[in-house]
């Protein structure tokens, strides 16, 4: 009879050894899958310029790069970014408007550069009030309201001395009518603004509700002083 005893509370207890055991390794699997979970922004991987053919719309992969890196440093959860590459003649479609978290792109068309940043493909810039010219750098957009282009888009310059002057400068998106393919038949580029990243009429309400509200701008020439100085582009950055 004691055998029989012994033998049931050594069953008992190795029952509920088991249990516990059980449960611990759960808590800690969860433990574990929690701390394994990835990291916001993980999906922004450099495969989406290849899965969205960026190449054949004319973004350099290395543009796309810049662009990924300076908003990786930028404090938003807007997973949409924007890239004006201002490398390309304004006669391209130089505008990309891609959703880093759908990979999806939902705008590729025109933009406009600043009058006094040049002709057909600008090589100046500035900072300065009345300079006329596009300013380079990330920037994060901002609230929207009505002006004399219809809706239009506030910006916040995010690099100092690069484009920190931008909402003082009255810098916007906005939609014009000199930014469209009449305007390249008849000129072989289109016209210019007062320094303002300006979209067809036809698409600038749609573009602005796809991008206003806090999400990532990168405006991008090859201007060696800005590539050079930039610390969104000169610091270490983790892997993409």
Request: charge should be positive; aromatic fraction near 10%; hydrophobic fraction near 40%.
């Amino acid at each position: 009879m004691k055998k029989v005893v012994w033998l049931l509370a050594v069953l008992a207890l190795a029952y509920f050894a088991s249990t516990g055991l059980k449960s611990t390794r759960s808590v800690v699997a969860a433990s574990t899958t929690i701390k394994a979970a990835p990291k916001v922004r993980s999906f922004a991987k450099l495969d989406v310029y290849d899965q969205l053919n960026l190449a054949q719309s004319g973004l350099q992969k290395s543009v796309f790069e810049y662009a990924i890196r300076g908003w990786q440093k930028i404090d938003t959860t807007k997973s949409v970014i924007s890239i004006v590459d201002l490398s390309q003649p304004s006669n391209k479609k130089r505008l990309y408007v891609v959703d880093l978290a759908n990979k999806k792109l939902l705008f590729n068309t025109y933009v406009s550069h600043g009058r006094n940043s040049g002709d057909l493909i600008p090589n100046q810039f500035s900072n300065t009030n009345s300079s006329f010219q596009s300013s380079l750098g990330f920037y994060q957009t901002l609230n929207t309201y009505m002006g004399k282009h219809g809706l239009s888009l506030q910006l916040k310059g995010l690099e100092k001395g690069f484009n920190d002057n931008v909402y003082n400068r009255n810098i916007v998106l906005h939609g014009a009518d000199y930014v469209c393919e009449d305007f390249i038949r008849k000129n072989g580029r289109l016209g210019r603004s007062q320094g303002c990243p300006a979209v067809p009429y036809s698409l600038s309400k749609p573009i602005i509700e796809a991008v206003k509200g806090g999400t990532c701008l990168f405006v991008y020439s090859p201007d060696p002083n800005y590539l050079q100085q930039s610390t969104f582009l000169t610091d270490a950055f983790a892997t993409l």
